[in-house]
């Protein structure tokens, strides 16, 4: 199988390579790359592959390519405080991401079909949170979930600012998936082979943009029951947040701000990353080549008359003399100056496990 970008070492090479392809291409959209490590959403036996730009399946798991939940983000234009629909959610791996740009007063729902892959969701955003210094990186919008077919969504429920579909949508769909966005919002979904972006520019104005050449197993029809009636997917509740639940939000913004002060970091972000150590070396190729998807067969970059042909090496030997002369070298891992500030502050203890959210690390 090919990629379109090469394999990583790690989570942040594989972000450097998608950058370099020019898959990610705004600063939102690599921070929450960075911050939530691919690695972590495959199964044990299955991570050395995490970082290879290709789709993954094992029974009804499933994580598209890199360079398609890239594009996909950068397609959706996230901005805090929107509201998202993920139809065919599975393993919540791109919720968690876009849950990072959508901030504390945002809406991130899922549906996905299978229940054990929710609960595998579940485990896995219960990991993020419990154990990932990347969480008090950002004020994190978390997913809520829902089990069923994405075709059977209520017709009283709320509509989104943003929605995307991870299965394929057949052409007598297409309006039934244009009626969940709200007016001024987008939708990206794959149909008829294409990645296609479509923003809804009033009550029924619509402008569509081809983005990328894919091919995605389709929607799984729905199961009528006995009574020949569909089952209707009931979306979680628009969650009103308590006054303590606030509270956190605001002590943990001025607890942030005091730290970008303190630190003179531009970010107040209240997690500082080492610098990283250079790469040995710098791969450009042609971003419109193709990636074999398992079951989405492959996908490839429409052709750009800006697209760079080259394939270079970049400073190769001296990195690889300044690897030879510090092999022992590794980058020290980030400080959370937000979770050792909570920590030192005169407060009782119960008050400080609030603000932390009572995580383990």
């Not at 791996?93 to 079909?113: Q, R, T």
């Not at 943009?209 to 009528?224: D, E, T």
Request: hydrophobic content about 35%; proline content about 6%.
């Amino acid at each position: 199988m090919g990629g379109a970008v090469s394999a990583g070492e790690d989570n942040d090479e594989l972000v450097d390579n998608l950058k370099e392809a020019q898959y990610i291409r705004t600063a939102p959209v690599e921070q929450a790359f960075r911050a939530i490590d691919r690695a972590d959403y495959y199964l044990e036996e299955f991570k050395e592959n995490a970082y290879k730009d290709l789709a993954w399946k094992h029974g009804n798991i499933h994580l598209s390519a890199p360079c398609i939940y890239s594009e996909v983000m950068e397609a959706l234009d996230l901005q805090p405080g929107l509201s998202f629909l993920n139809l065919g959610s599975g393993t919540g791996y791109l919720s968690s991401m876009v849950g990072l740009i959508l901030g504390p007063f945002g809406v991130n729902h899922g549906v996905e079909l299978h229940s054990d892959v929710i609960e595998y969701a579940k485990q896995k955003l219960d990991f993020f949170i419990r154990t990932s210094d990347s969480f008090d990186k950002f004020d994190f919008c978390e997913p809520s979930f829902v089990t069923g077919n994405c075709l059977e969504i209520s017709p009283d429920c709320s509509q989104y600012d943003r929605v995307y579909c991870g299965a394929g949508v057949q052409k007598e769909h297409e309006e039934y998936m244009k009626s969940l966005l709200k007016v001024g919002g987008i939708l990206v979904m794959p149909l008829e082979e294409k990645l296609t972006k479509i923003t809804r520019t009033g009550p029924s104005a619509w402008e569509t943009k081809k983005i990328l050449a894919v091919s995605f197993a389709p929607l799984v029809q729905p199961c009528h029951s006995e009574s020949g009636k569909s089952r209707l997917v009931q979306l979680p509740p628009l969650a009103v947040r308590s006054l303590q639940d606030l509270a956190r939000i605001a002590i943990r913004g001025a607890i942030k701000k005091v730290i970008r002060q303190e630190t003179g970091s531009g970010s107040g972000t209240g997690l500082k990353n080492t610098p990283r150590a250079k790469r040995r070396r710098v791969r450009r190729r042609r971003t419109d080549t193709v990636v074999f998807l398992d079951k989405e067969v492959f996908a490839s970059r429409i052709s750009s008359p800006s697209d760079d042909t080259s394939c270079e090496d970049l400073e190769e030997e001296p990195r690889r003399e300044e690897g030879r002369a510090s092999p022992e070298m590794k980058p020290a891992p980030p400080v959370n100056f937000l979770r050792e500030k909570v920590l030192s502050l005169p407060l009782p203890d119960p008050l400080k496990y609030y603000l932390l959210y009572y995580r383990e690390k």
